[in-house]
């Protein structure tokens, strides 16, 4: 079947690295996305891997091994506006249809 | 990045009524849009894709007679809840396909939430 683990939560202090870790297993599977989402609002886009590697972005990046179906998603310099809620999501078919995790809090402290 | 709306933002509804919730596409044309489902503290659950000029494929336990939806335009698609219920209050939310040079994307609208009474 289909399945996406990442952590249910993490805290970190204001200027800090954390790194979010993601596993899936999906058939069809067609990239990795990760999306931010702040509490009452919808997600928003950060990242897509669909090679092997590393990509970075600003602060984030984000990393993926297909053979080891795993990704993760590191936040560098950590700010107060970047606790959030990040999910992790795979493509598996064709038409775009993406599976998402359950997504990992993420705290940042002062 | 592109911009997806919906409208509206905000729904109270009576049990029993209908409402629709519209997901537009402002910059760019979208053949595909999904359409998710979100209960407070959970992970988005997608209810159905939407492609244009085509009928919806729903996801396994979705009511696809409870759960109309419409893309008439390469830029436009429609979910309406049918007689919605308590239970059917939510945070949906529409997102669109976007695909350039094989690099793939999903913009999410805003979201609608809704509340039955």
């Known amino acids: 079947g289909q399945n996406i683990d990442q952590p249910t939560e993490m805290t970190a202090t204001e200027g800090a690295i954390v790194q979010i870790n993601c596993t899936y297993q999906?058939?069809?599977?067609?990239?990795l996305f990760w999306y931010q989402q702040h509490a009452g609002e919808a997600p928003t886009f950060l990242s897509y891997?669909?090679?092997?590697g590393l990509e970075e972005k600003g602060r984030f990046s984000s990393f993926l091994s297909r053979s080891k179906g795993y990704s993760y998603l590191l936040l560098k310099e950590l700010q107060m506006k970047d606790s959030a809620s990040y999910l992790c999501?795979?493509?598996?078919?064709?038409?775009?249809?993406?599976?998402f995790g359950a997504g990992t809090q993420v705290v940042v402290t002062p | 990045g592109a911009v997806v709306s919906q409208h509206p933002s905000w729904v109270i509804c009576k049990s029993g009524t209908s409402v629709k919730i519209e997901c537009r596409s402002l910059?760019?044309?979208?053949?595909?849009m999904f359409w998710y489902r979100q209960f407070p503290k959970q992970s988005l659950m997608l209810m159905a894709t939407?492609?244009?000029?085509?009928?919806?494929?729903?996801e396994q336990g979705v009511e696809k007679d409870k759960f109309l939806i419409n893309h008439a335009s390469l830029t436009l698609s429609t979910l309406t809840v049918t007689s919605a219920h308590p239970e059917d209050s939510s945070f949906y939310i529409c997102?669109?396909?976007?695909?350039?040079?094989?690099?793939?994307?999903?913009?999410f609208g805003p979201g609608t939430r809704l509340l039955v009474l």
């Open positions: 997102s669109a396909r976007v695909n350039w040079r094989g690099r793939e994307t999903q913009y």
């Open positions: 999906t058939s069809g599977f067609n990239g």
């Open positions: 891997n669909v090679l092997d």
């Open positions: 999501a795979a493509g598996t078919d064709s038409w775009g249809k993406l599976q």
């Open positions: 910059d760019f044309q979208a053949t595909t």
């Open positions: 939407s492609n244009e000029g085509s009928k919806a494929t729903y």
